[in-house]
């Protein structure tokens, strides 16, 4: 299926049978988001992973 990015409003594809905790990425933004669900309804948020500096 697909889920819009909450960032960027891209298209992130997750898959059918994603669970709870797996992380997609979007493939516009490349924000990384783990998968959750509420009230059945699957749903992203922002996942903790350590990326690349931000150049300080
Ligand atoms: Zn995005």
């Known amino acids: 299926m697909k ?3 909450p960032d960027c409003e891209g ?9 709870a905790g797996e992380i997609v ?3 516009d ?4 988001y783990e998968v959750y669900f509420e009230d059945g309804k699957l749903k992203l948020k922002q996942a903790e992973t350590v ?3 931000w150049g300080e």
């Open 3 to 5: 889920v819009k990015c």
């Open 11 to 19: 298209e992130i594809k997750v898959p059918d049978d994603a669970i």
């Open 25 to 27: 990425s979007c493939p």
């Open 29 to 32: 933004c490349g924000q990384e």
């Open 51 to 53: 990326k690349e500096d």
